[in-house]
């Protein structure tokens, strides 16, 4: 397996839980990402049930690669289709009280067209999910915030929303302090 740059690797701890040792976790891959528009807004996803926002992507299915399933949901959640940019590296969740462990691959994008035609499972219809284009600032802003105001929701516990938007706030202030290495590459 190609070693791909860590971004940031989040666990109990971060919240002031006490960690346990993930005991033959399960484990998920997903892929995620920054996906910038013509006027250099970022999509965010904003779960109005449950107060949260955070970055486009979801778990990769069977047979799928971690590019189609980046480009998959930024479809799924934004009515867009993109163009990979890049890979930025991946970060890692390690929920001890749930003994999960999810590894997400996170990509940099940017639209190609915009339809504005969402393609929401049932579960992100009851969740009342939109997407929101927001400068850079205000998106990450957005996402910081939310963590404060998380509720749970009859699909999601708070405690699994807190790591959703801590990771997606970690991806941003990677690509935020390291914009010019990423763009390089």
């Not at 480009?71 to 749930?98: F, H, P, Q, V």
């Not at 509720?151 to 941003?172: N, P, T, W």
Request: hydrophobic residues 35%; charged residues 30%; glycine residues 6%.
């Amino acid at each position: 397996m190609k070693e791909y740059n860590i971004i940031a690797i989040i666990t109990d701890k971060d919240f002031g839980f006490s960690v346990k040792k993930l005991d033959n976790p399960i484990i998920r891959y997903a892929s995620r990402g920054i996906l910038f528009d013509d006027s250099n807004n970022i999509a965010i996803i904003n779960k109005q049930l449950k107060n949260e926002y955070k970055l486009p992507g979801g778990g990769i299915e069977q047979n799928e690669t971690k590019e189609e399933t980046f480009l998959r949901e930024i479809y799924e959640e934004t009515g867009c289709t993109a163009e990979i940019i890049n890979i930025m590296g991946i970060t890692i969740e390690e929920k001890s009280m749930t003994n999960f462990k999810q590894i997400s691959y996170v990509f940099l994008g940017r639209v190609i067209n915009k339809t504005n035609e969402l393609h929401l499972t049932k579960k992100e219809e009851l969740e009342k999910t939109i997407v929101l284009w927001k400068s850079f600032e205000e998106g990450l802003e957005k996402i910081k915030n939310s963590e404060k105001e998380l509720v749970g929701s009859i699909f999601d516990s708070k405690y699994q929303s807190l790591f959703m938007v801590r990771r997606d706030a970690e991806i941003l202030n990677y690509y935020q302090n390291n914009k010019q290495k990423i763009l390089k590459q």
